[in-house]
């Protein structure tokens, strides 16, 4: 079981910043991959970015060149740096891990508000 525990979401004006971070119970070594996705009420829950247990990092095509994820292993954490946030950026974020064990685990989520 990987109980993942997000924080940092907020209220933030169009072009501000904001940093999410993830928590996990377990050691990140023993996860596949670890990355966000958002989600607005009436849509499907979208990638945002992953971050592989080697580093290698894939991106949502509307974040590209904004949000950056990276992994703290000693930490067992994984942050979302977002960068010139949106509007269309609103949405709530959850923090996702992808065992070894090929189980998906979710975090309760976070809402992020980016108003124009």
């Known amino acids: 079981q990987v109980h993942l525990v997000e924080s940092g979401g907020g209220l933030v004006q169009a072009g501000g910043s904001l940093r999410l971070s993830c928590a996990a119970s377990?050691?990140?070594?023993?996860?596949?991959?670890m990355g966000w996705y958002r989600q607005v009420p009436g849509k499907q829950r979208e990638l945002v970015a992953v971050?592989?247990?080697?580093?290698?990092?894939n991106y949502g095509d509307s974040v590209k060149g904004r949000f950056t994820i990276s992994k703290d292993n000693a930490k067992n954490t994984v942050t979302l740096q977002m960068n010139s946030l949106e509007p269309e950026d609103t949405a709530v974020y959850y923090c996702n891990a992808f065992h070894w064990s090929d189980v998906d685990y979710w975090g309760q989520g976070t809402q992020v508000t980016v108003s124009s």
């Open positions: 971050i592989t247990s080697a580093g290698m990092r």
């Open positions: 377990v050691s990140i070594f023993s996860i596949k991959t």
